[in-house]
Every structure is written in structure tokens, then in C-alpha cells.
T-cell receptor, first 112, second 111 residues
Framework: ETGVTQTPRHLVMGMTNKKSLKCEQH?????MYWYKQSAKKPLELMFV???????ENNSVPSRFSPECPNSSHLFLHLHTLQPEDSALYLC???????????FGPGTRLTVL | GEDVEQSLFLSVREGDSSVINCTYT??????LYWYKQEPGAGLQLLTY?????DMKQDQRLTVLLNKKDKHLSLRIADTQTGDSAIYFC???????????FGSGTRLLVRP
């Protein structure tokens, strides 16, 4: 595998479910990001991990919980989501010193 | 404000040139980027320009930067149907991790 991969590609969940999104990068990068892409809104940066430490958390509700066990993997744990959380969740990676980001294909999340 | 603004939609005929425009607000932006998103896919970096440059050309793509007016454009020469996608411009300020994205311009290429 090359680049940035995300699983699952599609996820439908109820408001009481707990699920996790997974991201893996094969580029040797040391920073990873979660973005939310909703219809008709600009991309929203949710979380940033640099050298496996969280360096930014943009006022994201606690029902979203990120985890970065190593520089190649990033998770987004989801629990008790709301229908308005339905969106495309994109993972990206980069070198810390570079702003050039490589994005995964995204997970299309639908909350019923 | 933080806004990066783009027009929502552009339609061109195959073989013509496309010009996608973007305005940004922060004069301290160091890099400006163009990303492409095809249906069902993530964002793909097309090109970027450093703020001390006026122009960058890469095959069919030409980026123009007017720093005084805070205006960025992406010209696609000889536009093909495979260029149909949403194009996002983004700015990076100083050494921030954060990229500020526009809402995207949907380009439709008509045969």
C-alpha cells in the first residue's frame, strides 16, 4: 500500500453506537491530521498530531476522541454521535516542517 | 477574518482554458495551495506557490499570485473531461500546521 489509506470507506451508525475510523500513512511522515468535510462548508481541521503528540484540538466535541499510537497510524473514536456529525472524514499526513499534506480517500459517515 | 473565498461553480468546454480564482485575507500567508477532489476521493495536491513568487507553471497548470490584492488563480490549459472535479485553494500562515481552505470550486468540463 502506498500513500494514505483510510478504513472503513463508508460507515452508517446509530446515535448510541461506538465505532472507530482508522488511518494509515506509508509516506514516512511525522504529522497526521483529521479533517471534517461537510456539504457546503469549508474543510474543518479537527485534530493535529505532530511526532505522535496532539498539538491542536479545534474545539471538537468530546464525542470525537483521537488516538495516535505511532507515527503511521491515527484513529478517530466515535461515540454517541449526532445526525449533524454525518460528513466525510479525511485523514492527512505531512512532514512537520512542510505544509504539503497528503490526504486519504476519506470515510463517509452517516449517523442515523 | 479567516475566510478564503472561491466562486462555487465553473463550466468550460473541453479544450478551452479554465481559470479558477481565489481570494484570501491574511497577508502573512507563506504558502498557497491548490488541491483537487474527484468524486468519492480525498484531496490531491496539484501545486503550490510560495508567497514571494508571482507565477508558477507546471505542465498544463499555471498559478498566478497577486499578493497586493491577495488573489490567487489556477489556470488549466486544454481542459479535459478528466479535469472535472472540485478545486480547493488553501493558505498556510507562517509555520502553522493549519491550512485555511476555501469552499471549493466545482469545475464541469463539457464535451
Amino acid at each position: 500500500e502506498t500513500g494514505v489509506t483510510q478504513t472503513p470507506r463508508h460507515l452508517v451508525m446509530g446515535m448510541t453506537n461506538k465505532k472507530s475510523l482508522k488511518c494509515e500513512q506509508h509516506l514516512g511522515h511525522n504529522a497526521m491530521y483529521w479533517y471534517k468535510q461537510s456539504a457546503k462548508k469549508p474543510l474543518e481541521l479537527m485534530f493535529v498530531y505532530s511526532l505522535e503528540e496532539r498539538v491542536e484540538n479545534n474545539s471538537v466535541p468530546s464525542r470525537f476522541s483521537p488516538e495516535c499510537p505511532n507515527s503511521s497510524h491515527l484513529f478517530l473514536h466515535l461515540h454517541t454521535l449526532q445526525p449533524e456529525d454525518s460528513a466525510l472524514y479525511l485523514c492527512a499526513s505531512s512532514q512537520v516542517a512542510s505544509g504539503i499534506k497528503f490526504f486519504g480517500p476519506g470515510t463517509r459517515l452517516t449517523v442515523l | 477574518g479567516e475566510d478564503v473565498e472561491q466562486s462555487l461553480f465553473l463550466s468550460v468546454r473541453e479544450g478551452d482554458s479554465s481559470v479558477i480564482n481565489c481570494t484570501y485575507t491574511d497577508s502573512s500567508s507563506t504558502y498557497l495551495y491548490w488541491y483537487k477532489q474527484e468524486p468519492g476521493a480525498g484531496l490531491q495536491l496539484l501545486t503550490y506557490i510560495f508567497s514571494n513568487m508571482d507565477m508558477k507553471q507546471d505542465q498544463r497548470l499555471t498559478v498566478l499570485l497577486n499578493k497586493k490584492d491577495k488573489h490567487l488563480s489556477l489556470r488549466i490549459a486544454d481542459t479535459q473531461t478528466g479535469d472535472s472535479a472540485i478545486y480547493f485553494c488553501a493558505e498556510r500562515r507562517d509555520s502553522s500546521y493549519k491550512l485555511i481552505f476555501g469552499s471549493g470550486t466545482r469545475l464541469l468540463v463539457r464535451p
